[in-house]
């Protein structure tokens, strides 16, 4: 196994864990985006509204998308 074969093996473990987390935690990140979009969206004086809450929506979409459900243990 070469070096590139494992550095493939332990990338796609790295994307599991990350998906793992993404599912347990989902609700802790949607809200960090909600925080992170109203900030940007005060910063601008809510000039891009509309363009921040589809951003932030396509954002939760990706997050959803990508989250592993959670196992029942």
Known sequence: MGLMDNLKGKAEELK???SELAGKHGDKIDNMVDKAGETIDKATKHKYSEKIEKG??????????????????
């Open 16 to 18: 599991d864990k990350a």
């Open 56 to 73: 932030a929506s396509a954002a939760k979409h990706a997050r959803d998308d990508f989250a592993a459900k959670p196992k029942d243990d």
